[in-house]
């Protein structure tokens, strides 16, 4: 039977290329992106390797909305072994999406609903991408937003350091049944996510910047990879014989996660989050949940 896999902001990038290595590993691919013309360029790229046909989805993964629509017209489909989520994104200034930071919304509450919004239809595996990022962020959880000043890399690391929590805690939950949850870190690649970003102050605590010049060589450091090379975490993620909970470092191994996501604490008070701002059915307005 044909495996069926979904692969979040893979029109381009580290997304794209995990998503030729499934096809290439026998999966028939969906890839999830916010432009047609993308992602009929990506479907074309993903049809030249003869195999599985490959298909795309419009959906901006920043609306919670789009996500829960996205999840419905995927579930239409059947069965789904693979689920990755690769959607990720950094904001140098403090964004809100409908009234919530947007990093948050992006990298974790994103990925959070549409991956348990799919779970009666998986049959086999989750993979949520990580970052080394993670050891930046603060680790109180009460708030979608910590106290204090905004700097863009330390919110993105408190994002997936919630998202690395999470999926830890469904690892948990799902340990009795057929589906694995793992994670998997790509390390760094330049990508429209990097490209600017990381060349700007501002992003980091003031701490940091007085250390500017040796932060910045190693961002360019970490994302001086091609995203091929970034992808292959995620494939291993995604098709190793790896048991459930297993994170795969950069260098596509298995790595001890973040303690910090391996707290129990920790776990719940994202979950609790979690189901309060990101419910799995759309909340109307002025009703409260």
Not at 24 to 33: K, S
Not at 151 to 163: D, P, S, V
């Amino acid at each position: 039977m044909t495996r069926r896999a979904v692969i979040t902001a893979g029109t381009g990038g580290i997304g794209l290329e995990i998503a030729l290595g499934l096809t290439r590993a026998g999966f028939a691919v969906t890839v999830i992106g916010r432009n047609a013309e993308r992602g009929a360029r990506a479907v074309d790229t993903l049809n030249a390797q003869q195999g599985q046909p490959a298909q795309f989805l419009q959906a901006d993964l920043a609306s919670l909305d789009q996500v829960r629509a996205l999840a419905t017209r995927i579930t239409t489909g059947g069965d789904l072994d693979l689920l990755v989520n690769n959607v990720g994104a950094m904001y140098p200034d403090h964004t809100l999406i409908d009234g919530l930071e947007a990093s948050f919304v992006v990298n974790h509450l994103s990925p959070y609903l549409l991956t348990e919004l799919l779970l009666p239809a998986l049959t086999r595996r989750v993979v949520n991408i990580t970052s080394g990022a993670v050891i930046t962020a603060k680790k109180i959880f009460d708030h979608v937003e910590p106290p204090g000043d905004y700097y863009g890399f330390h919110w993105y690391g408190r994002a997936k350091l919630a998202n690395l929590a999470y999926t830890l805690d469904l690892a948990h939950r799902l340990d009795t049944t057929a589906v694995d949850v793992l994670a998997a870190d790509p390390g760094g690649a330049a990508t429209d996510m990097t490209d600017g970003t990381l060349h700007d102050p501002k992003i980091v605590s003031p701490a940091l910047r007085v250390l500017w010049p040796l932060v910045r060589r190693t961002f360019e450091r970490s994302t001086s990879g091609s995203a091929a090379t970034a992808a292959l975490p995620s494939i291993e993620a995604a098709t190793g014989p790896h048991p459930n909970g297993t994170v795969i470092g950069r260098h596509g191994t298995p790595v001890t996660p973040a303690r910090t996501a391996t707290d129990p604490r920790v776990q719940q008070a994202v979950r609790r989050l979690s189901e309060r701002h990101a419910p799995l059915r759309r909340v109307p307005d002025g009703v409260s949940n």
